[in-house]
């Protein structure tokens, strides 16, 4: 809104400066406080209005009309219907602009004026009463008195203040918390007189005050306006009843668009009767600097928000469902993702995200040639080369185990004694073998838990019991804790028995060869320098390059990898969803603009500026969606904690919520932004005109 204004207060569009007026010969004037009473307050000259009908034909409903009407004056224009005095009226309180002519307000032209400069008159200058009186219907009395201070920028507790006083003035302390269907029409009315007054009500336009109300209610009504123009106040009354006229001071009649009469009720003098009581609401006027922050009426336009809401629940129901899916969607969808990928990479850490593994690779030259991966390099590669926790080699072979008559074919590894610290695998019950078990080639075994649960179903204490491993018996002296699957395929890690290194390689396997050594590194930023310090040493050591190194940490970043992607699909369907949902709201705002055509023209006619209509409508569309997007966030946990009882991988992290619900009301700023702003550029008088 521009913030040039008339000494200080009118605002100016314009490049004329704002300590300067025109006098209606044309001459340069400043408008000091001793010149008020010479200016008239609205002067027009020549105002022509012109409507092009839907079917293309011009109706001209006003012809030339010039007109002075000064501070303080109580005036009535009275003609027949179409007569042009309700668009006389239209145009006097700026809700339309004049086809032709020039309007001037306190010295300054209109046309120079802004769409938010002439929500500023109607907020500052002018207070209308209409005959239907259009007060919003799920409002109370004081709400609806409340409404052309909100925009002016008050706080709450002024404006309440001053609306109560207002009421209680009018006889309606008592009525306040009332809705419109709930008053009679003269209460409603004097609702309206309040709305009126509460920024001051400089100049009252009433519309057929009286044309709806029981004559007694009607007295009441037009002793009320009396009462304003007395103590100074500018009543402008429209109406087609010569007896209302009469109350009036100057009586304008209006015929065919023109003035045909001008008279002052017995006075002639009348016309600057209100100038002396009124000056100081003129200076007021004037000389106001009240300029509401842009962001005035959010926390209304939120309110009013959340009324829209409860009063159509059933269409709110079925704008939230949308947002709700799309919401639940994302949230459900990328917990089963993160769950999935959490399960994946849980299972490859089980076999060491730290870990080298050396095996025989196959030689140029050499066909089937047998693994060259001694024992000895194991103890070799941790004595030389740096950032080497330790090393485990071993040989695997799939065997039948029997105790007593029971048989059970699993898998059987020869290992050394560090294969719990290095494979973080504790025992739950005994120990582990030693080195020694290895040198002395002991029959010493340890069972996964599978085994040990196949081979002693009845629960019984496998230590110390022997079981035979190709008809070698070996003395069980521990039983390893439950691991779970491993990462490729979902092998049961626990289905397998451990023997000493030597013992298994002489006794079972018959070979003196590890058939893989797996590498433990300390620090994992450092595993590919220690994997090409590994390739280097073993290089050397073997003469040759006659094996290959795996490293699980590039298998780690793979999955990861595939993980993300994984996860990233699911959200996109997700998002579809709330897409989906974004669509529904921008249907449902634009109904709700229909719907509420008159209100928006109340609110324009009250001094509601664009941004406060736009920042309606798109608060209420933002609101629909976040509450959305709360019962969304709230329903893909439900959902989500519902696939984890029948076994799905669940993982809930805040980071999808909080987007979740942020990518929600950010859909209602985005799909809530057209309705809003077709609102917001509605016409004032087409909307109050809607039924």
Not at 116 to 123: E, G, K, Q, Y
Not at 138 to 154: D, K, R
Not at 162 to 175: H, I
Not at 459 to 485: A, C, W
Request: proline share 4%; glycine share 10%.
């Amino acid at each position: 809104m521009s913030t040039a204004v008339l000494d200080g207060a009118l605002p100016d569009s314009g490049d004329r400066s704002p300590s300067r007026a025109q006098r209606p010969d044309g001459n340069a004037h400043n408008n000091t406080v001793d010149d008020i009473q010479q200016i008239p307050i609205i002067e027009l000259r020549g105002i022509q209005r012109t409507f092009i009908t839907g079917g293309g034909v011009e109706v001209r409903a006003l012809r030339g009309i010039d007109l002075k009407i000064h501070v303080g004056e109580f005036v009535a224009i009275v003609g027949q219907s179409g007569s042009g005095k309700s668009t006389m009226m239209n145009i006097l309180g700026c809700l339309d602009k004049p086809t032709a002519g020039t309007y001037l307000f306190g010295g300054r032209d209109i046309r120079d004026f802004g769409p938010d400069d002439l929500a500023w008159l109607r907020r500052e200058a002018f207070g209308f009463v209409f005959q239907s009186y259009n007060l919003l219907p799920h409002s109370t009395a004081l709400e609806n008195v409340e409404i052309p201070a909100i925009y002016a920028g008050l706080n709450g507790a002024e404006r309440r203040l001053k609306a109560e006083a207002l009421l209680t003035s009018l006889g309606l302390g008592d009525r306040m918390d009332h809705r419109p269907s709930q008053l009679s029409g003269g209460q409603q009315q004097r609702v309206s007189i309040a709305r009126a007054m509460i920024n001051g009500g400089n100049i009252i336009l009433a519309d057929e005050p009286t044309g709806a109300l029981d004559s007694k209610s009607g007295v009441e009504v037009i002793n009320l306006l009396k009462g304003l123009a007395r103590q100074g106040h500018t009543v402008i009354i429209i109406t087609h009843d010569p007896k209302l006229a009469e109350h009036a001071d100057r009586i304008i009649e209006f015929s065919d668009g023109v003035v045909i009469s001008d008279r002052h009720r017995d006075r002639p003098d009348a016309l600057h009767s209100g100038a002396h009581g009124s000056n100081s609401k003129l200076r007021e006027l004037l000389m106001s600097r009240r300029v509401p922050s842009p962001l005035a009426g959010v926390g209304e336009a939120i309110r009013m928000a959340l009324s829209s809401l409860t009063a159509n629940t059933f269409r709110t129901i079925l704008t939230l469902l949308g947002i709700v899916i799309g919401v639940a969607s994302v949230v459900a969808m990328l917990a089963i993702g993160e769950g999935a990928g959490q399960m994946i990479v849980e299972r490859i850490s089980s076999v060491g995200t730290n870990m080298l593994t050396l095996q025989p690779a196959r030689v140029e030259g050499r066909r089937n040639a047998p693994s060259t991966l001694t024992f000895e390099d194991a103890d070799a590669i941790t004595e030389s080369i740096p950032n080497v926790l330790g090393t485990l080699p071993e040989i695997q072979g799939n065997y039948t185990v029997r105790f007593g008559r029971q048989d059970y074919s699993t898998t059987v590894t020869a290992n050394t004694e560090n294969m719990p610290e290095i494979r973080n695998w504790p025992l739950a019950q005994g120990i582990y073998f030693t080195r020694d078990d290895s040198e002395t080639y002991a029959s010493v075994a340890v069972l996964g838990a599978t085994v040990a649960n196949e081979m002693f179903p009845d629960g019984s204490d496998p230590l110390g019991e022997y079981i035979l491993i190709r008809n070698v018996p070996f003395q069980i002296i521990g039983v390893l804790t439950r691991k779970g699957g491993s990462g490729f395929g979902g092998a049961d890690q626990d289905d397998a028995v451990f023997v000493p290194l030597k013992t298994g390689a002489l006794r079972l396997f018959g070979t003196r060869v590890a058939r893989s050594i797996s590498v433990a590194v300390d620090d994992i930023e450092q595993i590919n320098v220690t994997e090409a310090n590994l390739v280097e040493f073993m290089t050397v050591r073997h003469g040759t390059q006659d094996f290959r190194v795996f490293n699980s940490a590039e298998l780690l970043d793979t999955v990861s990898a595939s993980k993300d992607i994984f996860t990233m699909l699911l959200g996109s369907i997700g998002a579809i969803s709330l897409l989906v949902g974004g669509i529904g709201v921008m249907n449902i705002m634009l109904v709700s603009v229909t719907e509420r055509t008159r209100e928006i023209g109340i609110r324009m006619a009250t001094g509601a500026r664009q941004f406060d209509i736009l920042s309606q409508f798109l608060s209420e569309a933002i609101v629909v969606s976040a509450i959305g997007g709360v019962i969304g966030v709230a329903s893909g946990v439900g959902i989500g904690l519902l696939l984890a009882q029948v076994g799905a991988p669940i993982k809930f992290t805040t980071s999808p919520m909080v987007v979740a619900f942020c990518c929600a009301a950010g859909t209602g700023l985005v799909f809530g932004f057209m309705p809003a702003r077709k609102a917001a550029r509605m016409d004032p008088v087409a909307a109050l005109a809607n039924e």
